[in-house]
């Protein structure tokens, strides 16, 4: 039986194409105030790829959206100032 909290080397690969994902669509032209909640929506979409139950997917694309977010704008901040 899964849990909800079952992670597999699939969800973690999705964070680095979540991210690539959002960098994208904000060249684009996605406002860069719109990149969290693009994250998000990718990281659900990413995760609802795997074939696992919707509250998995939910739960685990926010947490892969959210992750993404941070890989980006974690180094960002602390480069900058």
């Given at each position: 039986m899964e849990t909800l909290f079952d992670f597999s080397p699939l969800?973690?690969?999705a964070i680095p194409v979540v991210l690539g994902l959002v960098e994208v669509t904000k060249r684009v032209g996605l406002p860069a105030r719109y990149a969290p909640l693009a994250s998000l929506v990718f990281g659900v979409g990413a995760i609802?790829?795997?074939?696992?139950s919707w509250q998995a997917t939910v739960i685990q694309g926010i947490i892969v959206g959210l992750a993404a977010s941070g890989l980006w704008s974690g180094p960002k901040k602390t480069i900058s100032g």
């Open positions: 969800v973690l690969a609802a790829l795997t074939g696992v």
